[in-house]
């Protein structure tokens, strides 16, 4: 793989902003796969390099659908957006998100399970009685934002991923669609490949040698990373000027494994934990008539228990972090 070292400056002069990496940024464009005709090359590309891009997830009308519901909620409810005045200090420097969309908006229930990209997410957990929900939010870093503070870092992750045989399939998933283009200049998620069985970004550095590298995933919108959550990545900053936005949905695996090893040294690998002790799944898909929606939506958190023995109740709900309504 071509990799330029390219000096890590803070032009901001502020501590606070990351370096962002070790600099051997990629100039080889990360392979492209169409999810339905080349699901078999996306999944091995994914199994080999924990994460894969996937074309033309999202057609002209959900783009304008989704952009339209950006523009329509950050003027509904700035609060959710963390804009006004009180700026969420946890996404500070880290520009704009909304937090469980899902749960006041029915008309985003569609793309939970999109058709271009989830039969790729249901092979790699192995399997649609597999595939289970987490979490659904959309991110925004505003034209002008300026320098971001995010650098390398891994998602959830689960500690016997270092030694565990086989790896796969991964504990958590995340979905991001970019619903802007991404172009030279914006910023773009960047992941290292081959480095989710890595304590740590310098120990990926110095085991991959030659074969680190940091590539910035570029593409119009519409498109879909799908990254295993222990794979190293992080937004690269852009410009300071143009925007992004993005649709991230975080999946995780349902269901017990046993390993094929002999009885002795047989592992059982169990679904695999909630991501978060915060996010709230909405009662129309948690206790949904649908065994397969009931399915999807079952790995609660206690925030998410306590909430359904509360009838759902919406004070119950703010009284929870990020519960705005
Ligand atoms: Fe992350």
């Given at each position: 793989?071509k990799?330029?070292?390219?000096?890590?400056?803070?032009l901001?002069?502020?501590?606070?902003?990351?370096?962002?990496?070790?600099?051997?940024?990629?100039?080889e464009?990360?392979?492209?796969f169409?999810?339905?005709?080349?699901?078999?090359?996306?999944?091995?590309f994914?199994?080999a390099?924990?994460?894969?891009?996937?074309?033309?997830?999202?057609?002209?009308?959900?783009?304008?659908?989704?952009?339209?519901?950006?523009?329509?909620?950050?003027?509904?409810?700035?609060?959710?957006?963390?804009?006004?005045?009180?700026?969420?200090?946890?996404?500070?420097?880290?520009?704009?998100?909304?937090?469980?969309?899902?749960?006041?908006?029915?008309?985003?229930?569609?793309?939970?399970?999109?058709?271009?990209?989830?039969?790729?997410?249901?092979?790699l957990?192995?399997g649609?009685?597999h595939?289970?929900?987490?979490?659904?939010?959309f991110?925004e870093?505003?034209?002008?934002?300026?320098p971001?503070?995010?650098?390398?870092?891994?998602?959830?992750?689960?500690?016997?991923?270092f030694?565990r045989?086989?790896y796969?399939?991964?504990?958590?998933l995340?979905?991001?669609?970019?619903?802007?283009d991404?172009?030279?200049?914006?910023?773009?998620?960047?992941v290292?490949?081959?480095?989710?069985?890595?304590?740590?970004?310098?120990?990926?550095?110095d085991?991959l040698?030659?074969?680190?590298?940091?590539?910035?995933i570029?593409?119009?919108a519409?498109?879909?990373?799908?990254?295993?959550t222990?794979?190293?990545h992080?937004?690269?900053?852009?410009?300071?000027e143009?925007?992004?936005?993005?649709?991230?949905?975080?999946?995780?695996?349902?269901?017990?494994?046993?390993?094929?090893?002999?009885?002795?040294?047989r592992?059982?690998?169990?679904?695999?934990?909630v991501?978060?002790?915060?996010?709230l799944?909405p009662?129309?898909?948690?206790?949904?008539?649908?065994?397969?929606?009931?399915?999807?939506?079952?790995?609660?958190?206690?925030?998410?228990?306590?909430?359904?023995?509360?009838?759902?109740?919406?004070?119950?709900?703010?009284?929870m972090?990020?519960?705005?309504?």
């Amino acid at each position: 793989m071509k990799v330029t070292l390219q000096k890590q400056e803070n032009l901001s002069g502020d501590p606070s902003v990351a370096t962002q990496g070790f600099g051997r940024v990629s100039h080889e464009p990360a392979p492209m796969f169409d999810p339905v005709r080349e699901i078999d090359a996306a999944c091995a590309f994914f199994d080999a390099h924990g994460y894969v891009v996937l074309s033309d997830c999202l057609d002209a009308g959900e783009i304008a659908h989704l952009n339209g519901f950006c523009d329509r909620t950050q003027a509904e409810r700035p609060l959710a957006w963390g804009l006004g005045d009180k700026r969420k200090p946890h996404h500070r420097n880290q520009g704009l998100i909304y937090s469980q969309p899902l749960l006041d908006y029915p008309e985003l229930d569609r793309y939970t399970r999109h058709p271009r990209s989830y039969p790729v997410v249901c092979r790699l957990l192995g399997g649609e009685q597999h595939a289970r929900f987490s979490e659904f939010n959309f991110r925004e870093t505003p034209e002008g934002a300026g320098p971001g503070a995010m650098n390398f870092h891994h998602d959830a992750v689960v500690a016997d991923r270092f030694n565990r045989t086989p790896y796969g399939p991964p504990d958590w998933l995340c979905a991001i669609h970019y619903l802007t283009d991404v172009e030279p200049g914006a910023p773009c998620f960047c992941v290292v490949p081959d480095s989710k069985r890595q304590p740590s970004l310098k120990a990926a550095h110095d085991a991959l040698g030659n074969r680190y590298a940091e590539v910035p995933i570029r593409g119009p919108a519409g498109t879909c990373v799908l990254y295993d959550t222990a794979t190293y990545h992080t937004r690269l900053d852009g410009d300071g000027e143009k925007m992004r936005r993005t649709w991230h949905q975080y999946y995780a695996r349902g269901g017990w494994l046993r390993s094929a090893l002999p009885e002795t040294s047989r592992y059982v690998r169990p679904p695999s934990p909630v991501l978060t002790d915060w996010n709230l799944f909405p009662e129309r898909l948690a206790m949904s008539a649908d065994p397969k929606t009931r399915l999807f939506f079952s790995h609660w958190n206690t925030a998410q228990g306590e909430w359904a023995a509360s009838g759902f109740d919406p004070d119950v709900r703010k009284a929870m972090p990020r519960g705005e309504q």
